[in-house]
């Protein structure tokens, strides 16, 4: 499967974004899907997980309550949207898709597929 991650910009702190990643297959009810990122001299870290069919979450202690994952497998696409967007929230965002698994990990070795990354930076 093929991911193209979009949705990425800048926004002043507090304001909200939308992350989109739209797979290239019509079963992407097959796979879980996982939100990841990574700031600049940091590395790659589990941003917001979905199980293949959305109905089990999980997110980073640190975007909990701002952040949702959520998808629409009829339009083989999972969504980011973050809200009250901190600085600190400044990163390349990646999508991955993990066929085997159905539930997200946060481990980001247990996908097999990634996005090309989409930058979001948020200024204060």
């Known amino acids: 499967v093929q991911l193209q991650a979009s949705g990425g910009g800048l926004v002043q702190a507090g304001g909200s974004l939308t992350l989109s990643c739209a797979a290239s297959?019509?079963?992407?009810?097959?796979?879980?899907a996982g939100w990841f990122r990574q700031a600049p001299g940091k590395e790659r870290e589990f941003v917001a997980g979905a199980s293949r069919s959305g109905g089990t979450t999980e997110y980073a202690n640190s975007v909990k309550g701002r952040f949702t994952i959520a998808r629409d497998n009829a339009k083989n696409t999972v969504y980011l949207h973050m809200n009250t967007l901190k600085p600190e929230d400044t990163a390349v965002y990646y999508c991955a898709a993990d066929r085997i698994n159905i539930f997200a990990n946060r481990n980001g070795e247990r996908y097999q597929y990634w996005g090309q990354g989409t930058q979001v930076t948020v200024s204060s």
């Open positions: 297959e019509r079963t992407f009810s097959n796979y879980a």
